[in-house]
């Protein structure tokens, strides 16, 4: 189905791709345009919110303008980024450059300099005693840090915010089903990035108990059946807790990451209307593939070229095992094939 799209400030689109990810700070967006007037009449940092009907897709700026002609064509495309963009590239300016005993979003506020706007999934996350920055760092960078650690996701919003999560926003409706709605599709399996134990080790500042100096959280993935171990540092300021959270967040991704797909589908919306979303579940049924269960969407291209040779209206979409974003288990009929069967357990112990 053919989408209403507009740009603000922009020409008439001719064709646009739209480029969102649960593992990116920015969403992307290519377009091509009808040039209009004597010069070019797009520039560089300018503002601009791309809609499809009444929903927002990007809010942000252009970021390139690449005008070109022959004898007797005009073209002119666009890129334009997310607001986000500024807090990956531009340095914190912050008068002591550190903050004492607040939590990661409390503390993204707070550095938050350029006013890009923090939102979170609701998750109440540990403080940190201390968090300082480091000179020349960014917003994203800073607060990337602290989040391995506490096994949270970094993304932007339609709206051009970031957004802190530690799980799927939702679900779905309606699924993605071979010989209905998928055009085509292929999936992945592999061992790598995957492994039996991941063990995590850190100190923290105070104390001299075993679990301060040297305590080590373990997280098993009972899939994987040989000897495959791997040892984490943990990232800032250390507790039992944090350990053990930091554990399952690698071992769940390890698994996770460990089947993957991408299905391309007619459309960019579900059975209910909304449009595909990076981090939402969805129902996927593919034999050919492997996968009947519930997948997580990692990311979403969007793209929609109606000109002679188009591919018309299409979503591509970039799949996983639901655990790769902090999910559970998919528990589907096919689960075994594509997935490790068996929840991830974390145990602490000594070193």
Known sequence: MLEIISASGLPQIISITVNLSAEEAVRTAE?????????????????????????????????????????????LVVTVCSRTVD?????????TGEVIEKDLAAIAKELDSLKIGIETDGTKF??????????GETLF??????????????YDTPKGRLKL????????TGGLIWGVNIEQASSELTERGRYSEVKVRGQATHGTDKQQLRGQSVAKDSGVKRSRPLVILHEGETTVDRQKTRAEWGAKRGAGFASTASATITGWRDSSGKIWDRNWLVYVEDPWIG??????????????????GGPGTIATLSLADPRALGGENPRGKTATVYSAPGAITVDWEDE
């Open 31 to 75: 377009i091509t345009v009808v040039p209009v007037g004597e010069t070019v009449p797009v520039s560089p940092g300018q503002e601009t919110v791309i809609t499809a009907g009444a929903d927002v897709l990007l809010t942000g700026y252009v970021r390139d303008v690449r005008p070109g002609h022959t004898a007797t064509e005009r073209t």
């Open 87 to 95: 807090a990956t590239e531009c340095s914190i300016e912050h008068p």
């Open 126 to 135: 540990p403080k940190e005693p201390r968090h300082k920055v480091r000179d």
């Open 141 to 154: 960078s800073t607060i990337e840090r602290r989040a391995r650690g506490r096994g949270i996701l970094i």
């Open 165 to 172: 999560a530690t799980k799927p926003e939702g679900t779905h």
């Open 291 to 308: 996968i009947e269960g519930m997948m997580v969407i990692k990311g979403v291209s969007l793209t929609q070229d109606t000109s002679d």
